[in-house]
């Protein structure tokens, strides 16, 4: 009798070992996100201290190797701003028209060639991206607008557009598909064109899904540095107005990209550069808490 | 004075009997015994009061109507309703006198006693040999004679022996469902268990399958205790020694196979072996 | 009916759905159209003698991607495939959960210079790693992690539930049903995962800039993981930015192969899927 019941014990207690670790690996992401936001934290303290926040967020000069170094954000928020705002508004359109046309209306041959294409696009390495932008894109397009260089902020937007592409596709069709077939069908009976039901049923009720694509495709855009990096010209100037599409600009994630490797370990620009990430780091937990809200709470509703 | 809700259509008015008749205690050794069992999944309660005296080396039988609770009954007496969140137990449930819910309880050492066979056949999707094995592997057999003679008591038990001996190697789950299932018993008789719960297993069989199944039970009862839930009456009736009735959770006769479908005691048992509802 | 100034919906359907069809072409063309002209003129660029062992260039840059991604997946894969075991397998519906699903959800928001900054600072700095093999895999081990836990739960939810319950109801406990029954048969979707999870590493820059990527080496292969690598992006970065002295042809060269790998991992695990999805064995 005692034999058999160190045999369950040493099995329980087993059990437990493995449930535990188990519980530990999926804590370990709880773990991680918090150690990111205080590692952040740690590294751009001297920094945040050291200057008041309106001179961070709202100077005008990011010149860090000056003496004495400016670390005014602005031109970088700026630049990541025009970047991104110009990625939405070709991707976000163009994302939706292929999300509907695969949902709705595509046959099932474009299908086949449509959605290979945008996990083709979704593979591709930011640095590619960048790569040819640089040697193809950019001259030509240059060329074509009379430029005097082939790196721009629009040039970022375009070729932004097309990496974020995907999440808008992929995150708005399941919105669409999400919309029941029954909905779908009475505006059929009454008489409505399909295009009539897409605009007037579909999309409406699939508003959630795609508000969550849109916040999740800006988050991605923001977030993007190689290819920024490559084909946007990393001058830190304010971008004004239309024209500023047409200049170089530098966006916050090419900030730190370019100069983390040149920069003194724990010196001030160190410091600064960790500030960058922070902000960063808070517009994309932003923009993904707002899609995630956004979702859960049309779930809610159904 | 009877609940006419139930049954609107009934003709006769014929009261039920006071409950100590109604629920019959078989003679003889009980194996496995419920007393005021109460199950709730969540808020929503499936089973009221049920008190049950299942007898050793019988077939019982639990029908009614579907959703009555006669599935969630059967697994509460292997505890399989622990493996579903929100369940909820109160009252007794003992094997050979012993309370199985209570603290301390090695469930494991439980479901080897007391085995279950699913609605579904269910093999693993692995060899033949593989699937009556897993039972003593789990259990630590290793010897690979003792894990030989296993497989084949167990097959030829299930009367699926001389179907399969040569193909033992081959994948659980290319062979019909009717042996399918015959399989899925054989799995369960590897681990030698006492008490064999069988919910609705013939329920997704042929009829020529469903044959065999019913001639391998009348066939194991000399050594184990069946408890078998089904939607087939007439099945009910042909293998079963005593059967329950339950209704929205209740079990509201139970006694010999005979009596329930000849002459209930109580009226809406009558009603569903006449077919008038269900 | 009096014909106002209205077009009929039929004609507005039409032109909808033309620009629809626009609208694909435009994704569709520049695409296959871009990637075919790389394909072509990277291929055209290769030279045997490209793949000269040798402190710089391309034989080291892919013996050092193969490295980290391998490195990347030994990583990721434990604590991912345990992550999803547990939410699968064990977690009740909870606080806990929840926070666990928020905090995958966040992971996999975190731009990526974000997680080369992060890795700087934890591994390279703090646990003294200093830029290397390691340092460079942990990183992208993070980051990786809310893709491998994705996938291997939703392999882990293909298989059946009957099968536990008949496993159950044979008496094993849950960790002996996970091993015996649920892992083999989610294993081959896990794997896919995997194999996507590293795709997505090889071709990842940001993170590996400031934690391991070196341009040209002091030895030709790494010996330890702490050791010094070049990484095939790294490079394309580099020679397209700065490098003044490496040839056009070079530049193709490399690009070719990084997407060569990127591409045909995807493709592998694609096709992978897809077989697993005709043996299904139940």
């Not at chain 1, 039901?197 to 694509?213: D, E, H, K, M, N």
């Not at chain 2, 409950?19 to 015994?33: D, F, S, W």
């Not at chain 3, 009929?8 to 871009?34: D, T």
């Not at chain 3, 604590?79 to 905090?103: C, F, K, N, P």
Request: glycine residues 8%; proline residues 5%; contains cysteine.
């Amino acid at each position: 009798m005692a034999k058999r019941d160190l045999k369950r014990t040493r099995r329980e207690a087993a059990e437990w070992l493995v449930e535990r670790g188990n519980q530990i690996a999926g804590i370990i992401a709880i773990v991680f996100v918090l150690l990111i936001f205080v590692f952040l934290l740690d590294n751009a303290l001297p920094v945040l201290k050291g200057y008041p926040l309106s001179e961070l967020l709202g100077g005008r000069r990011w010149s860090p190797t000056f003496e004495p170094p400016k670390f005014g954000m602005l031109p970088l928020i700026l630049g990541s701003l025009y970047v991104t705002a110009g990625a939405l508004v070709l991707s976000v359109p163009l994302g939706l028209a292929c999300a509907v046309f695969i949902a709705e209306v595509a046959p099932k041959q474009a299908r086949e060639i449509l959605k290979p294409a945008v996990e083709l696009l979704a593979a591709i390495p930011s640095v590619v991206f960048g790569f040819l932008g640089m040697l193809l894109i950019g001259p030509w397009l240059a060329g074509k607008l009379s430029l005097p260089v082939g790196q721009f902020a629009a040039l970022g937007s375009l070729i932004l557009a097309f990496m974020a592409l995907p999440t808008i596709v992929s995150v708005s069709e399941d919105a669409i598909r999400a919309v029941p077939v029954a909905l779908r069908q009475s505006s059929l009976a009454l008489g409505a064109t399909r295009w009539q039901t897409i605009c007037r049923v579909v999309l409406p009720a699939g508003r959630s899904g795609i508000i969550a694509a849109v916040m999740l495709g800006l988050g991605r855009a923001i977030g993007e540095t190689m290819t920024v990096l490559m084909v946007t010209g990393n001058a830190a100037v304010i971008p004004q107005g239309f024209m500023g599409f047409l200049r170089p600009v530098r966006t916050m994630t090419a900030t730190i990209a370019a100069e983390m490797g040149e920069t003194a370990f724990r010196g001030e620009h160190y410091h600064a550069l960790f500030a960058v990430g922070l902000i960063l780091l808070i517009i994309t937990f932003i923009t993904n808490t707002i899609a995630d809200v956004v979702v859960r709470r049309a779930g809610r509703l159904k | 004075m009877s609940e006419d809700a139930t049954r609107p259509w009934a003709q006769d008015e014929r009261d039920e009997a006071p409950k100590g008749e109604v629920i019959a205690r078989p003679p003889g050794e009980i194996r496995m015994e419920a007393r005021e069992l109460d199950m709730y999944y969540g808020d929503f309660q499936a089973l009221q009061k049920v008190d049950i005296a299942i007898p050793g080396q019988q077939i019982t039988a639990l029908i009614g109507p579907s959703g009555c609770g006669k599935s969630s009954f059967l697994r509460s007496l292997n505890r399989m309703n622990d493996t579903i969140e929100g369940t909820r137990i109160e009252g007794l449930v003992q094997l050979d006198g012993e309370d199985i819910y209570a603290k301390g309880v090695d469930v494991v050492e439980l479901r080897k006693r007391v085995g279950m066979v699913f609605q579904t056949p269910n093999p693993f999707p692995m060899s033949i040999y593989d699937n009556i094995a897993y039972g003593p592997r789990l259990h630590g057999v290793t010897d690979r004679e003792r894990l030989d003679e296993t497989v084949e008591r167990s097959l030829r038990q299930a009367a699926l022996w001389d179907e399969v001996k040569d193909k033992l190697r081959q994948s659980a789950v290319g062979i019909s469902g009717g042996q399918q299932q015959r399989l899925c018993i054989a799995r369960v008789l590897a681990v030698e268990p006492e008490v064999l719960l069988m919910d609705e297993p013939c329920s997704s069989l042929d009829p020529t399958a469903t044959f065999r199944i019913e001639e391998l039970m009348l066939e194991l009862m000399d050594e184990y205790t069946i408890v078998i839930v089904t939607h087939n009456m007439y099945q009910a009736s042909r293998v079963s020694q005593y059967t329950g009735f339950f209704m929205l959770g209740e079990l509201l006769e139970y006694g010999p196979t005979t009596r329930i479908f000849e002459n209930p005691l109580d009226s809406r048992t009558d009603d569903y072996v006449r077919g008038r509802f269900g | 009916m009096g014909m106002r100034h209205r077009i009929s919906p039929r004609v507005l359907e039409k032109v909808a759905f033309g620009g629809l069809w626009v609208a694909a072409g435009v994704v569709v063309v520049p695409v296959f159209g871009v990637i075919a002209y790389m394909l072509v003129k990277g291929f055209g660029a290769l030279r045997l003698d490209m793949f000269a062992v040798s402190t710089e260039g391309l034989l080291p840059a892919i013996v050092g991607s193969s490295a980290l991604v391998l490195l990347t997946g030994l990583i990721a894969a434990p604590l991912g495939v345990a992550a999803a075991v547990y939410l699968t397998e064990y977690a009740h519906e909870g606080r806990l959960v929840r926070l666990i699903r928020l905090a995958i959800v966040n992971l996999a928001g975190v731009p990526s210079v974000v997680y080369g900054l992060f890795g700087l600072a934890l591994f390279v700095m703090l646990l003294g790693f200093g830029r290397c093999l390691l340092a460079g895999a942990c990183t992208l081990a993070l980051l990786v992690l809310p893709l491998v836990i994705s996938t291997s739960e939703e392999a882990l939810r293909q298989v059946p539930h009957h099968l536990r319950q008949a496993s159950w109801a044979l008496g094993a406990t849950r960790w002996q049903t996970i091993r015996r029954i649920v892992l083999p048969n989610a294993f081959p979707g896990i794997i896919t995962g995997l194999i996507l999870s590293i795709g997505r590493a090889a071709g990842e820059t940001a993170p590996i800039l400031f934690t391991a990527a070196f341009y040209s080496l002091t030895h030709p292969f790494p010996r330890s993981v702490f050791d010094e690598i070049l990484v095939l992006p790294y490079q394309l970065f580099v020679m397209a930015t700065e490098a003044p002295d490496v040839t056009l042809e070079e530049k193709w060269a490399t690009a070719f192969v990084l997407v060569a790998l990127v591409v045909g991992l995807n493709i592998a695990a694609i096709v992978l899927r897809a077989r697993l999805r005709k043996a299904r064995r139940w």
